[in-house]
C-alpha cells in the first residue's frame, strides 16, 4: 500500500505570498491531520479533516486553513507569509477509527 | 492547555547499551499516548501506543512506562542499534479525533 504523499516536497516563498501544500493520505483513510514541525517550538497540530470536515483545530491564526476533498486529498494554505512560517509541514492520515497514524515525508516550506 | 516535555534535548548512548527516553506531560486527563521516532528527512514514524489503563507495554526491543500519579512517560529502547538514532516524541491524546500534543523531542545519537 502506498504512504501518504506530499507535495511539493520543498518550497521557497517570499514574504507576503500564499502558498498551498497538498497531502494524499493513504488509501482508505479518511482523516488527514497537518502539522507543523520547527526546531524552537516541535511538532505543533494545525488541523485535522475527517470526511471533508474539519474535526479539531490547533492554536494557529486564521492565516492557516485547509480542506478536504471527497477523495480524502487533503490541501492546506497559508495566505500572507510571515518569515516565522518558515518549518517542515507534515501530514498524517488515519482510518479515522483509531488513532495511529501515518506521517508524509513532510513539506519544507522557506519564507525569504 | 497541554505541554509536554522530554526530560532531555539530546540523549547519546553507547551501541548495545540500554537507551531510555523521559516524558513528561501536564494535562491528567490524557488517556492515550503514543510514541514516534523520526529520522533525519522523515515524518515521524508510530513506535508504541499505550493506554491509561495500563502502565507497562512491550514491543519488539521498546517497552513504554506509564506512571499516571506523576504524569510520566518512559520509553525503552533495549541494545540499541545506529539505526535508533533519531528524534523521539511522546504524543498524549487530547480532546475528540486524533489530536496529539507533541514537544521538540529527545535526540537520540548511537555512538558506535
Known amino acids: 500500500k502506498a504512504g501518504v504523499t506530499q507535495t511539493p516536497r520543498y518550497l521557497i516563498k517570499t514574504r507576503g505570498q500564499q502558498v498551498t501544500l497538498s497531502c494524499s493520505p493513504i488509501s482508505g483513510h479518511r482523516s488527514v491531520s497537518w502539522y507543523q514541525q520547527t526546531p524552537g517550538q516541535g511538532l505543533q497540530f494545525l488541523f485535522e479533516y475527517f470526511s471533508e470536515t474539519q474535526r479539531n483545530k490547533g492554536n494557529f491564526p486564521g492565516r492557516f486553513s485547509g480542506r478536504q476533498f471527497s477523495n480524502s486529498r487533503s490541501e492546506m494554505n497559508v495566505s500572507t507569509l510571515e518569515l516565522g512560517d518558515s518549518a517542515l509541514y507534515l501530514c498524517?492520515?488515519?482510518?479515522?477509527?483509531?488513532?495511529?497514524?501515518?506521517f508524509g515525508p513532510g513539506t519544507r516550506l522557506t519564507v525569504t | 492547555g497541554e505541554s509536554v516535555g522530554l526530560h532531555l534535548p539530546t540523549l547519546s548512548v553507547q551501541e548495545g547499551d540500554n537507551s531510555i527516553i523521559n516524558c513528561a506531560y501536564s494535562n491528567s486527563a490524557s488517556d492515550y499516548f503514543i510514541w514516534y521516532k523520526q529520522e533525519s528527512g522523515k515524518g515521524p514514524q508510530f513506535i508504541i501506543d499505550i493506554r491509561s489503563n495500563m502502565d507497562k507495554r512491550q514491543g519488539q526491543r521498546v517497552t513504554v512506562l506509564l506512571n499516571k500519579t506523576v504524569k510520566h512517560l518512559s520509553l525503552q529502547i533495549a541494545a540499541t542499534q545506529p539505526g535508533d538514532s533519531a528524534v523521539y516524541f511522546c504524543?498524549?491524546?487530547?480532546?475528540?479525533?486524533?489530536?496529539?500534543?507533541f514537544g521538540t523531542g529527545t535526540s537520540l545519537t548511537v555512538i558506535p
Open positions: 504524543a498524549p491524546l487530547r480532546g475528540p479525533g486524533n489530536q496529539f500534543y
Open positions: 498524517a492520515s488515519s482510518p479515522g477509527f483509531s488513532y495511529e497514524q501515518y
